[in-house]
């Protein structure tokens, strides 16, 4: 089974930017897409980004379309999210995986996630 290994969450203030980033045990990003969901207590985990395995298909969540943008380096087997413009909505636990896409929509591909970080927008 893959592991995802999510970084680089932390505290700042509302305008601030941050540079997550997602290593995975496998070349997974190689033959499915990469993704970043994000999860608050109490509500389910969302999608925020996505990008498809050899296009230039991304998709935003509205919530954080031209503030977010994701990236992913596979020999490095790695992904980022990068986050400009926080705002305290963001406020999350984040989470990333592969995906697969199909008819619009976009799904994870594994059922393993990893420990996620920590975004916390504040004063």
């Known amino acids: 089974q893959v592991q995802f290994v999510e970084s680089g969450g932390g505290l700042v203030q509302p305008g601030g930017s941050l540079r997550l980033s997602c290593t995975a045990s496998?070349?997974?990003?190689?033959?499915?897409?990469m993704s970043w969901y994000r999860q608050v207590p109490g509500k389910q985990r969302e999608l925020v980004a996505a990008?498809?395995?050899?296009?230039?298909?991304?998709w935003y969540a509205d919530s954080v379309k031209g503030r977010f943008t994701i990236s992913g380096d596979i020999e490095k087997r790695t992904m980022y999210l990068q986050m400009n413009n926080l705002k305290p909505e963001d406020t999350a636990l984040y989470f990333c995986?592969?995906?697969?896409?199909?008819?619009?929509?976009?799904?994870?591909?594994?059922?393993?996630w990893g420990q996620g970080t920590q975004v916390t927008v504040s004063l």
């Open positions: 496998g070349y997974v990003f190689v033959t499915y897409g």
């Open positions: 995986n592969a995906v697969l896409y199909g008819s619009g929509v976009y799904y994870p591909k594994f059922n393993s």
């Open positions: 990008a498809v395995s050899r296009t230039t298909r991304t």
